[in-house]
């Protein structure tokens, strides 16, 4: 008796340290995870949001005497000690066929940021970097500051009212060049730009990136049409998927004889969902575009074969694949929260004369609403994401229609259309100027996890404000 | 022991009976199994208008059972068996000329633990008027007052109709569950353990509105509580293992129970 007491008071004094600990271990889980998160929500925000601000462009005077002038992105050491190299963004492709620049650090006599450096964002070509020295139109002629003021003036205009200006420009190595002025989309004198003009000049900038297209293979020029598909893709799917789920729920848990069978269908819905999307969409490939849209080709559109019309990917079989992937999902939230619905509610119901269908639509479908739409929301946040299927079955490196315009029938269900991580994809590695496309895969990667985020939190508001107007949590 | 009363219950019947014009409810017969397991065997009793009629009976017996096949809420669980006839005013309720959500209109049910509906307290009364015809609001708005001032609880919710039920306490739940019932104007109230969650001062309210409430309707109440029987019942049903016992007026079998099985329930000497 006393040796057992004893026992238990020395009993194996290693497992001590451990139960103290166990809630740390617990804790710095939590704080890795969030750390994590955060990294990764930062670095997208810093690198995404900060290519819109004005850079301080340099002119470089380098020891073999040769001048140019660009926007210094990032240093890297040489191999075997041979020093640093710097990278220059140096535009002007159209004169020296190249727009980027790496030069030794050594090699540089000189560096200085002049005031009067100018950056104008042209489309071809890309961005010049250099000297404004006149405006020309219409036989009249600006130099000096007032070329200046009238650039800003002309750029006001729309592009059709600018068609007769030329612009004068010389490089930092002093060669010149005649820049029609109607296609330059914008310009900027960053070295002499207080930062509430540099502020203005980014909420331009990302302005531009938000509401314009592509140019440029995707690599310059904005996200607009992805973000339009994106979103009407999302929206699509769950409006396809919700009725579907939901009825298939009720189906599962309400009317089904709860056997092996109900079981078995149970066990197979939840395991869906854990097939790779790439699977969805080689079925939607094979049975929504070949089997489906091919048939309706023949039956409907057999005056345009053999160019297809639903015969291809497009949004619709898109919408239909991820409407499909995110199926069980619904099913599994929504079958949840019937299940959590107390029998005496049902039973209540019932009790007063309600028919089956009544209780079930007055009563059990109410009541389980958050669920569904907790369903939902998981749903979107799979679909937004989801770029593997949508390879296959419409999803377009760049569309040249938007999916909904002002022809008739308005919304066209049949066309490609441009998604976010599609885009994203396609700009980091198929662009042709892998190092201008770096700071927009970051931007569009921003912008897609503020999309999820924004879908996301409406159907949780609406989510909360349907408890709100039962007026309890349930 | 219960070898033995179960034999004198079946030799002697027991049974009260009532002439058609005072009988409301007539049980003869009645078999019940779940998945073939037996609840309630060849039960034959008959319930009187306007009275009380208490159930009584250790857990199990089938009390609780016997009360959910007069409303037919059996038919929700397709593994329920059944032979017998429910009669309700002479009507077979299990004939297929039945309408059983008429048939539940007519017979309300009560539960054990409060169920008001996630809605507004004044949805959960009109809930069961909505499903039966469109009413004009001023007459709804009439029908609702005179439900809640019916359940005693008029006068607490009044002005909070448009409140959720949820935060009524338990006992104004009940009460409110009460009222919705009898918004549908029933002419039988089944009370499954009506007051066995509640505490003691909402129990006293719940019992005071049985009793007022018989002027109205018949109703028939399952109670743990022997207590509870004998303050508001005029007629008490024994059931022990699915079969009834003894039945006959309150006073005569709480005070002189013509079995000693009864007795010896009644007074605690078995549960």
Redesign the interface.
Known sequence: MNSGAANTVSRSPRFHWLNNLWPWLCAASVALSLLMLSALLVLLLVRGLGHFWPATLEEVTLSSGETFAGEAIREVALPQQEGDERLYFTGNQDIDGVRWRWVAIDDIVERSQPNDLIRLERSPWGDFIGRLVAVEQAGQRWEGEAAWQRLTTLLALPASQRQESQLLLTTANGQALRQPLANVASAQTPNAMAWWQKTHAWGDSVWRFLSEGPRAANTHGGVWPAIFGTVLMVILMSVIVTPFGVLAAIYLNEIA?QGRLTRLVRIGVRNLAGVPSIVYGVFGLGVFVYGVGGSLDEWFFSDTLPSPTFGTGGLLWASLTLALLTLPVVIVATEEGLARI?E????????????RL?MLT??VL??AAPAMLTGVILAVARAAGEVAPLMLVGVAKLAPQMPIDGEFPYLHLERKFMHLGYHLFDTAFHGEDVQAAIPLVYATALLLVLIVVVLNLTAIFLRHYLRRQ???E? | MLASSHSVNTSQAPVTHFSSEHSCLSIDHLSLAYAGKEALRDLTLSVPRHRVTAFIGPSGCGKSTLLRAINRLHDLNESVTHSGNIMLEGQDIHDPQTNVTELRRRVGMVFQTPNPFPMSIYENVAFGLRLQQRLPKRKRDDIIEWALTSAALWDEVKDRLHRSAWQLSGGQQQRLVIARTLAVQPDVLLLDEPASALDPISTLKIEELIRNLKSELTLVLVTHNMQQAARVSDYTAFLHQGELVEYGPTDQVFTNPRLQHTENYITGRIT
């Open positions: 004889h107390p005496a509610q049902r039973e209540g119901a019932v009790a007063l004369g309600a028919t009544e007055r009563i109410p009541m039962r007026g309890n349930c």
